[in-house]
């Protein structure tokens, strides 16, 4: 069964611009998490979502968004960006979703380092 | 509110026996991981235990859970270089999945 993939795996960007990276999850996985990672700040974090429906969001401002496809597939969009969102983004998928109780443990992609300058 | 506490750091020699250690708070948390992260990749989930467990042993790798102080380790047995990554102790309860800062354990040849 292949892995979550991320594409793509590097993005350089200018402050200002926009972003969206993309994440497909492990085939028949119908959550998708989104996390920041950065020396600093450790895992943050970011959004789920869960047959297209956003389920947690993180204490991020309003120029991160995502969504999710209903093949599961799921974006996220960083707009107008800043210095401090340089960082490696990571997509998690599960089964059935954080916060179930059940074991649906997270399963990661190897990242998008996006570095803004 | 969730955390999720570990060491930041842990050295040791290889052959010898590694223990990372993590504290949580969320006395729901159901399901305790452990993920390694090597440089310049996503996390790889390691294992898990269910909080009904005292122990879990797979090859190298040893789980040990105290629900009443809500202290999670792993033991690595016979630590090889390989093992040289960050190690993430993370708790899954109702809300949703809280990661520990990761210890970074270095081994030493």
């Known amino acids: 069964k292949a892995g979550v993939t991320q594409t793509p795996r590097y993005l350089i960007k200018t402050r200002g611009q926009q972003v969206t990276l993309s994440c497909s999850p492990i085939?028949?996985?119908?959550?998708v998490s989104w996390y920041q990672q950065t020396p600093g700040q450790g895992l943050q974090f970011l959004f789920e979502?869960?047959?297209?429906?956003?389920?947690n969001k993180g204490n991020f401002p309003g120029r991160f968004s995502g969504r999710q496809f209903s093949n599961s597939r799921s974006e996220m969009n960083v707009s107008t960006l800043e210095l401090g969102d340089s960082a490696l983004y990571l997509c998690a998928s599960s089964l059935s979703g954080q916060g179930t109780l059940g074991n649906s443990p997270l399963h990661f992609g190897n990242g998008t380092r996006l570095t803004v300058t | 509110g969730e955390d999720v506490e570990q060491s930041l750091f842990l050295s040791v020699r290889e052959g010898d026996s590694s223990v990372i250690n993590c504290t949580y708070t969320d006395s729901s948390s159901t399901y305790l991981y452990w993920y390694k992260q090597e440089p310049g990749a996503g996390l790889q989930l390691l294992t898990y235990?269910?909080?009904?467990?005292d122990m879990k042993q797979d090859q190298r790798l040893t789980v040990l859970l105290n629900k009443k102080d809500k202290h999670l380790s792993l033991r690595i047995a016979d630590t090889q270089t390989g093992d040289s990554a960050i190690y993430f102790c993370?708790?899954?309860?109702?809300?949703?999945?809280?990661f520990g800062t990761g210890t970074k354990l270095q081994v030493i040849p």
């Open positions: 085939s028949g996985h119908r959550s």
């Open positions: 235990i269910f909080s009904n467990m």
């Open positions: 979502y869960f047959s297209e429906t956003q389920r």
């Open positions: 993370a708790e899954g309860g109702y809300q949703k999945v809280t």
